[in-house]
């Protein structure tokens, strides 16, 4: 209720909030929320809780609500909410501190801290937002350790954001070279946007012939704030002060095929400025143009990939005026073109698997780098790729011997390339950051990891960089890019797990780490588990349901044989389960994992299930039909739910009910307590129900993820020993092995003669025949 009154109140305040005029441009108003989801103790990213947002375009304010409720009335603490928010791609988070595998390159996400008391809620606003999906992620403090069975009332958090945005429907255009007047107040700031052609190597936004009218007189003082680009958190706009009659903001390297916003402010109190603004664009360089009737080509150069098949080519079609040999001599390749300025390399665009591609240069592997001009390769990446990591190699091939003292360097950007390298030069765009990297003959490689990559048109751009104005013989030198998705950082390694996570329709992925393993990667050894303790912990799990062989033993020898079974079969899969769900090394899987674990379950119930109707001391027929339709509906009960509480509370308590009514029958019926002996009692029902208790309460409420090892250990030693004290004594009228009226060991034959009539033959045991 609480939660709809808020979502009724956002919807008021952006009602009155959308429903002014604002003089230039249109505004709308749009919400969307997503539902509730308890939150988890962050101890491996898929304790996140994970939310997708859209913002469209020409988006003017962004406005969050997010909202966190306790679930539960009891005390549990104050505990502060972690919000994390990122533009194109999943936050990279880590709260925990641990340590990144090599060549792993990640950059800190706006991160927001919410107070939970009974119910709390916080606001984020954002101007001027980026376009495109935004992410956003939350989670309690790090995991205590604690297991917690499911089931039982805990401390839970249910954490919901609401999204509201503002959007111009009637953005005015700045066309090229093309004055458009404009007027801006302290509260109204006017508002345009350009489109940024490919290959446009600079922007200028120019505001000319300001005036300012207001109160007082006609100022010649014209103070302007200009803002080009958009918010994306991690990457601020361009801004430039204007205070006179005319200024410019431009742009190196702007982002390619895109629209770019424009936002001109006034910081005069109670007047309004009016102003001529245009753009401009330069297109420095372009690749060489392939032309139209040589598409055939292409497909040519598909078939001759054998190992690629079903591709599509992407990004720039241009055609490199040299190819590569497949053997990567640098001697045999052709120079490129002198009248060029970068060679655009087409670029084959493979999917493998779920969050798997792969990137392959058109004309081979190996790829011509001159010093003339870089070379320009294109990755554009969607959204549903930026779940997983996006690998970068850069290889220099073994034949190139002329490379000397020179090197090769680098630039992996997003939405535009960097097309001037060498060493002075950083690697960054107008609005966005890149990655450089170098290769030369001590270094032959490079490596570059970028989990949860966003959702852009990557550019990798090569050129070679002599360390003198002449680069003697190495013009041009062998690299072999490789470029892929992969869901996980090396496949989380040999201690981890790398799973695929879903947050409604988008997939993304995670390293599952063990054996005291954690980080990104599952590199971080601070906490690991040495092989050593590894073995012990695997001995224990294992060894302790040698403890059930005792009551396997009492249950023949009383002739309870269907009970000692289902004890030999939980020992048996208890053993094998525990030793299939260790970590790393010491790990022993003779079935399926999730086999293993649903025979331990069903056994483990079973087995107090038997147990206890065993203790009630009900006739065959009962006991037995019992049996089997209590081993049927846990077995159902298995399927459903394997970890839920009543599915080991509800057979337990089922069956001491019976238990306590054929009690009760029992002692009315004779006059007397059942069962009649207080030895009975002392020695072995109460240290029983004992042995019970402390195991239940051991594995309900003291497992943690360090001493899991110890207290599941002894719990299956309490659960074996307590069978052991519980089990009755072998009933008078029942033979040994559980059938009726004795049964002897020896078999013992002997034959008489049967006296026959005519037409019948009685034998000696009142056995008849029908004589043939």
Request: aromatic share 12%.
């Amino acid at each position: 209720m609480e939660a709809g009154f808020l979502r009724w109140l956002l919807f008021f305040a952006l009602t009155a909030w959308t429903s002014g005029d604002d003089g230039q441009v249109t505004f709308v108003s749009e919400l969307s929320s997503k539902p509730a989801q308890k939150l988890s103790k962050y101890g491996w990213y898929a304790n996140v809780r994970l939310q997708r947002f859209h913002i469209p375009e020409e988006t003017a304010v962004a406005r969050w609500l997010f909202s966190v409720k306790k679930g539960h009335s009891f005390h549990c603490g104050q505990h502060n909410v972690s919000i994390h928010i990122r533009w194109g791609a999943p936050p990279v988070i880590n709260p925990t501190e641990t340590v990144f595998p090599n060549a792993t390159l990640w950059a800190p996400s706006l991160s927001l801290s919410l107070p939970v008391t009974s119910q709390s809620s916080t606001t984020f606003n954002l101007s001027d937002p980026a376009p495109g999906d935004w992410f956003v992620a939350a989670h309690l403090p790090e995991d205590d350790g604690r297991i917690e069975q499911k089931g039982f009332p805990s401390c839970s958090y249910y954490f919901q954001p609401q999204l509201s945005v503002r959007r111009a429907v009637d953005t005015p255009v700045l066309q090229q070279g093309t004055f458009l007047t404009q007027t801006a107040a302290p509260d109204r700031p006017a508002r345009l946007k350009v489109f940024v052609p490919e290959f446009a190597s600079s922007l200028s936004v120019s505001v000319a012939e300001c005036s300012s009218q207001g109160e007082a007189e006609e100022s010649k003082s014209c103070p302007l704030l200009l803002r080009l680009g958009s918010v994306s958190l991690r990457h601020s706009q361009t801004t430039v002060n204007c205070s006179g009659i005319s200024c410019s903001a431009s742009l190196s390297h702007p982002p390619w095929d895109t629209w770019l916003r424009v936002v001109v402010e006034s910081s005069q109190v109670n007047r309004t400025v009016t102003f001529r603004i245009a753009a401009n664009y330069t297109v420095g360089c372009k690749p060489k143009s392939v032309g139209l009737k040589a598409a055939d080509d292409d497909f040519t150069k598909l078939l001759g990939k054998s190992s690629i098949s079903n591709a599509t080519s992407t990004g720039n079609t241009s055609a490199a005026p040299g190819s590569v040999p497949s053997n990567g001599s640098a001697a045999l390749m052709p120079q490129p073109s002198a009248s060029a300025c970068v060679r655009s390399i087409p670029v084959l665009y493979e999917e493998l698997d779920v969050l798997s591609l792969r990137f392959t240069p058109a004309n081979g592997s190996n790829i011509s780098i001159a010093a003339t001009h870089p070379t320009l390769l294109t990755y554009p990446l969607t959204t549903q790729a930026t779940g997983g990591t996006l690998n970068l190699q850069l290889t220099l091939n073994s034949t190139n011997a002329t490379l000397g003292n020179n090197s090769i360097v680098a630039c992996f950007s997003p939405w535009a390339p960097v097309l001037k390298l060498n060493h002075s030069e950083p690697c960054r765009t107008a609005l966005f950051g890149g990655y450089g990297a170098g290769i030369n003959v001590s270094v032959p490689k490079a490596l570059l990891r970028l989990p949860f990559p966003q959702a852009a048109t990557w550019y990798l751009t090569l050129q070679l960089v002599c360390n003198s104005s002449d680069c003697g013989n190495s013009s041009a030198v062998s690299v072999v890019p490789e470029v892929s998705i992969s869901a996980c950082v090396e496949d989380c390694g040999p201690y981890g797990e790398c799973r695929l996570l879903r947050s409604y329709t988008y997939l993304y992925a995670a390293c599952g780490c063990t054996a005291g393993w954690k980080g990104w990667g599952c590199t971080d050894g601070s906490t690991a588990l040495s092989y050593s303790r590894q073995l012990t912990a695997t001995m224990l799990l294992t060894l302790s349901n040698l403890f059930f062989l005792p009551a396997i033993v009492v249950a023949v020898r009383r002739s309870y044989i269907t009970e000692a079974s289902v004890y030999l079969f939980t020992m048996f899969f208890s053993t094998f389960y525990h030793a299939c769900d260790q970590p790393a090394a010491a790990v022993l899987c003779i079935m399926d994992y999730d086999a293993l674990q649903y025979c331990d379950f069903l056994g483990s119930i079973c087995s107090i299930w038997v147990t206890i109707l065993c203790m009630a001391r009900l006739g065959d027929i009962a006991k037995y039909t019992l049996f089997l339709l209590g081993a049927l509906l846990i077995a159902m009960s298995m399927q459903l739910d394997r970890k839920g509480l009543w599915n080991l509370l509800g057979p337990i308590l089922c069956a001491i009910l019976l238990m306590v009514a054929s009690w009760v029958y029992r002692g009315v019926r004779r006059r007397h307590c059942y069962p009649p002996s207080w030895r009975r009692w002392a020695f072995y029902l109460i240290p029983g129900a004992l042995c019970a208790l402390v195991g239940v309460c051991l594995y309900i409420f003291a497992e943690t993820e360090d001493n899991y090892y110890y207290t599941h250990s002894l719990w299956h030693i309490l659960v074996a020993s307590c069978v052991v004290f519980l089990l009755p004594p072998k009933e008078k009228d029942r033979k040994a092995l559980g059938w009726s009226q004795g049964f002897n060991w020896s078999w013992r034959w002997s034959w008489r003669p049967r006296v026959c009539g005519y037409t019948l033959c009685e034998s000696s045991k009142d056995e008849l025949y029908t004589v043939t």
